[in-house]
């Protein structure tokens, strides 16, 4: 059976409304690299060096990455060769299931959220401004309120103008508190204080809004490094999540940051906003080979949830949605 038939097997088995976000959101991707793909298949006879050098530029063109690239092409020759391709249609195939193999293969870690049994489980988001933080905050909010989960917010990001309003804009909507203080103050104060009201209240998860941006000399990474230790003085073994909130549409700017972040905080995952929004979704796959970070969630469109749980499967069925679903 090809790879696509069985992705197809296994996508139509599970969730149809979230197969379809991914394959609604990855659209801009899906036509630049899928479309360039399909062009690169039409007008070759046979799989040659010729052939790889075009596949490399539109690899990097999606933002695979040079690294990813590299390593996908060399293993694209070697599995090319061992099964003897000569049609060109044949590698789309081939590219898809590698594609699936580098994500899953870049590291052990689990997609899913370190959620705590006992006691308020403490997510710290954290990432430049303008990247959706709060929103993204909105969003997990939400969802975990219908779970049944008893939610709290935190309003950490003390600096910006309207950030605390506007953590408490999401806080109202989905129908959670916020625990805040007056602009400007301490963010780890800010944490203490909601890390005492999780507990009193018997919260499940705490998920904690972080500044993006100083407005003093103070060092921003210098910042989230007290609060963490504030968080893990209160709660031992918290945060149980560090997760990065990067803008999809910034492609290689977005692996940098990430870059940044994980070498001053304990990045735990990553939450890919706008990927809907780009055509250069290849940057998912940049940041779990190259930082061996998984990302653990991704923003697929406006709606309270179109932030979906990341899975490589149903990513590659997003990029090759059109191939899937023509396999018999």
């Given at each position: 059976?090809?790879?696509?038939?069985?992705?197809?097997?296994?996508?139509?088995?599970?969730?149809?409304?979230?197969?379809?976000?991914?394959?609604?959101?990855?659209?801009?991707?899906?036509?630049?690299?899928s479309g360039k793909v399909n062009d690169l298949v039409a007008r070759y006879r046979k799989v040659d060096e010729d052939f790889f050098e075009e596949l490399e530029e539109i690899l990097i063109g999606a933002d695979v990455g040079f690294e990813t690239v590299m390593e996908l092409i060399d293993e694209l020759k070697m599995e090319v060769k061992r099964r003897n391709i000569q049609d060109p249609r044949e590698v789309q195939a081939v590219i898809s299931e590698k594609l699936v193999d580098i994500y899953e293969g870049a590291g052990e870690e689990k997609s899913s959220l370190n959620i705590q049994s006992e006691g308020p489980t403490v997510i710290l988001f954290v990432?430049?401004?303008?990247?959706?933080?709060?929103?993204?905050?909105?969003?997990?909010?939400?969802?975990?309120?219908?779970?049944?989960?008893?939610?709290?917010?935190?309003?950490?990001?003390?600096?910006?103008?309207?950030?605390?309003?506007?953590?408490?804009?999401?806080?109202?909507?989905?129908?959670?508190g916020?625990?805040?203080?007056?602009?400007?103050?301490?963010?780890?104060?800010?944490?203490?204080?909601?890390?005492?009201?999780?507990?009193?209240r018997n919260v499940d998860v705490l998920l904690c809004d972080t500044a993006g941006r100083l407005q003093n000399k103070v060092n921003l990474m210098k910042e989230l490094?007290?609060?963490?230790?504030?968080?893990?003085?209160?709660?031992?073994?918290?945060?149980?999540?560090?997760?990065?909130?990067?803008?999809?549409?910034?492609?290689?700017?977005?692996?940098?940051?990430?870059?940044?972040?994980?070498?001053?905080?304990?990045?735990?995952?990553?939450?890919l906003t706008k990927l809907d929004g780009t055509a250069k979704g290849g940057?998912?796959?940049a940041i779990r080979n190259e930082l061996n970070i998984p990302v653990k969630f991704v923003g697929l469109g406006e709606k309270l949830d179109d932030l979906q749980e990341f899975d490589a499967e149903k990513y590659v069925y997003g990029l090759f949605a059109d191939l899937v679903e023509k396999a018999e």
């Amino acid at each position: 059976m090809s790879f696509f038939k069985k992705l197809k097997e296994k996508i139509t088995k599970q969730t149809e409304t979230v197969s379809e976000k991914f394959k609604d959101g990855l659209t801009k991707t899906r036509d630049n690299f899928s479309g360039k793909v399909n062009d690169l298949v039409a007008r070759y006879r046979k799989v040659d060096e010729d052939f790889f050098e075009e596949l490399e530029e539109i690899l990097i063109g999606a933002d695979v990455g040079f690294e990813t690239v590299m390593e996908l092409i060399d293993e694209l020759k070697m599995e090319v060769k061992r099964r003897n391709i000569q049609d060109p249609r044949e590698v789309q195939a081939v590219i898809s299931e590698k594609l699936v193999d580098i994500y899953e293969g870049a590291g052990e870690e689990k997609s899913s959220l370190n959620i705590q049994s006992e006691g308020p489980t403490v997510i710290l988001f954290v990432g430049v401004n303008g990247v959706g933080k709060t929103t993204t905050i909105g969003k997990l909010a939400h969802k975990f309120k219908e779970e049944g989960k008893n939610v709290l917010l935190a309003a950490g990001d003390t600096f910006r103008a309207g950030a605390i309003d506007q953590l408490e804009v999401w806080g109202d909507r989905v129908g959670v508190g916020v625990i805040k203080q007056a602009e400007g103050s301490d963010p780890a104060a800010v944490m203490y204080d909601a890390i005492r009201a999780a507990k009193s209240r018997n919260v499940d998860v705490l998920l904690c809004d972080t500044a993006g941006r100083l407005q003093n000399k103070v060092n921003l990474m210098k910042e989230l490094e007290k609060v963490k230790r504030v968080i893990e003085r209160e709660i031992p073994g918290a945060p149980h999540e560090v997760l990065l909130v990067l803008d999809a549409t910034t492609g290689q700017n977005a692996l940098i940051q990430a870059k940044t972040f994980k070498e001053a905080t304990n990045v735990s995952g990553i939450v890919l906003t706008k990927l809907d929004g780009t055509a250069k979704g290849g940057i998912v796959l940049a940041i779990r080979n190259e930082l061996n970070i998984p990302v653990k969630f991704v923003g697929l469109g406006e709606k309270l949830d179109d932030l979906q749980e990341f899975d490589a499967e149903k990513y590659v069925y997003g990029l090759f949605a059109d191939l899937v679903e023509k396999a018999e």
